[in-house]
């Protein structure tokens, strides 16, 4: 293990005390949930640091602050990378068995920060578009509460098996407006988040169409002008919890954490977002995504 590996591994163990004292502490029925999809070491080469990464990792890794039953469907090479994701992954109390090793490397994104706002730059897929869903798989997450995945997954022609009728899917969309996959995902989907930069007309047009899909409520994430969401009736605009920023990275991917927990617990929209702004200023206080 060279010493960037040697310096993840650190990092990635260490934050387990961090998570430990975010623990959010309330009275509430654990629920299944399984996020599915994509993972990768994410690279910060002016620090000499890596962590790991990927939407669907990330919200199963926050979904620990909230006490549910966690697991995570993914592939990963046989590489050192691989090793170090799984294992890091399963430190954090979350279910990996149903991970896949596939010869090849494991995705890598190579990340920048400028003025604590991370940056991405390269990207190596590896072995992510190779996955590939078994019948016991979809099964499985039939039978969980909740499964979150996201556009850059691969597992978007599962979705009309994975939706049992009983179980909510939420879906990630990141920064795409136009990707195919939007069309193909959304009419499964009870929960889609995309990434804005503003709350401006355009934006609340694109949610809006977006929601007539079949999504019970369409999330844009604003960074820090905070989020706004469309229920097909109503549209409800958040702002952010003010913190030291250390590193944006997992931030939208915690916002959406905070927002489907609140989801499960019943809480109103507002609510909601106001959780997923709570659970994002943990996440901007410390260095990588988890």
């Not at 650190?10 to 387990?16: C, D, I, N």
């Not at 994975?162 to 990630?172: C, M, P, V, Y």
């Not at 989020?227 to 939208?252: F, Q």
């Not at 489907?260 to 617990?265: H, V, Y």
Request: proline share 2%; hydrophobic share 35%.
């Amino acid at each position: 293990m060279n010493s960037m590996m040697r310096q993840s591994a650190a990092v990635s163990s260490g934050e387990t005390g961090e998570l430990e004292r975010k623990t959010i502490k309330y009275e509430v029925k654990k629920m299944k949930i399984a996020t599915v999809g994509d993972n990768c070491m994410d690279v910060y080469e002016q620090i000499g640091k890596a962590f790991p990464g990927g939407n669907p990792v990330n919200v199963a890794v926050y979904f620990k602050r909230y006490q549910h039953q966690i697991s995570y469907i993914g592939a990963v090479g046989d590489d050192q990378y691989g090793t170090l994701i799984k294992d890091a992954i399963t430190l954090k109390g979350i279910d990996t068995s149903r991970m896949k090793v596939l010869p090849g490397k494991t995705a890598v994104t190579i990340v920048e920060l400028e003025q604590n706002n991370r940056i991405f730059k390269d990207y190596d897929e590896g072995v992510l578009k190779d996955i590939v869903l078994s019948e016991d798989d979809i099964c499985f997450l039939q039978g969980q509460d909740l499964v979150v995945s996201s556009i850059w997954s691969h597992i978007e022609q599962y979705l009309p098996k994975i939706r049992s009728g009983q179980n909510l899917i939420a879906f990630d969309f990141s920064t795409e407006r136009d990707n195919p996959i939007i069309d193909m995902a959304l009419p499964y989907v009870d929960y889609a988040f995309f990434a804005f930069d503003e709350d401006d007309e355009e934006t609340r047009k694109f949610i809006c169409k977006r929601q007539a899909q079949g999504a019970k409520c369409v999330v844009a994430t604003l960074g820090s002008n905070g989020s706004i969401v469309y229920d097909g009736n109503h549209y409800y605009k958040y702002g952010i919890i003010s913190c030291n920023v250390v590193d944006t990275m997992g931030a939208g991917d915690s916002y959406i954490t905070g927002f489907l927990d609140g989801i499960l617990r019943g809480l109103s929209i507002t609510e909601c977002m106001q959780e997923g702004a709570k659970n994002s200023s943990i996440t901007i206080g410390y260095n990588g995504a988890w």
